[in-house]
Nanobody
Framework: QVQLVESGGGLVQPGESLTLSCSASGFTLASYVIGWFRQAPGKEREGVSCISSADGSTYYADSVKGRFTTSRDNAKNTAYLQMNSLKPEDTAVYYC??????????????????????????WGQGTQVTVSS
């Protein structure tokens, strides 16, 4: 049974850090692109980051670039999203998702990353991140 489980969310103050984990079971994560998305109340789900399976290349939304870092540990079948310098506008439910393939959307021919929820086959249930003083 294919399953993705996020963990690590919580309530933090502005400027603090959190690390989210995405644990995969029922399949081998090494063959999949891993995307992180978030959805705030009343807003559409947006792409936060992506890490390729080909070479571990990473891509970020402009709003998190320089603050968030995504990584993967294929031996543990787990992906991570390290979030530093958190801001209130980072408050959302965070999801990990996987797409069978080597490259994040749009990047195969060195183009810009083009996140789309429709590219991903499997999704986790989400974990809430709240940034508030």
């Amino acid at each position: 049974q294919v399953q993705l489980v996020e963990s690590g969310g919580g309530l933090v103050q502005p400027g603090e850090s959190l690390t989210l984990s995405c644990s995969a079971s029922g399949f081998t994560l090494a063959s999949y692109v891993i995307g992180w998305f978030r959805q705030a109340p009343g807003k559409e789900r947006e792409g936060v980051s992506c890490i390729s399976s080909a070479d571990g290349s990473t891509y970020y939304a402009d709003s998190v670039k320089g603050r968030f870092t995504t990584s993967r540990d294929n031996a543990k079948n787990t992906a991570y999203l390290q979030m530093n310098s958190l801001k209130p506008e980072d408050t959302a439910v965070y999801y990990c998702a996987v797409d069978y393939g080597a490259y994040c959307s749009g990047t195969r021919d060195l183009g810009p990353w083009e996140p789309s929820i429709w590219d991903y086959n499997y999704w986790g249930q989400g974990t809430q991140v709240t940034v508030s003083s």
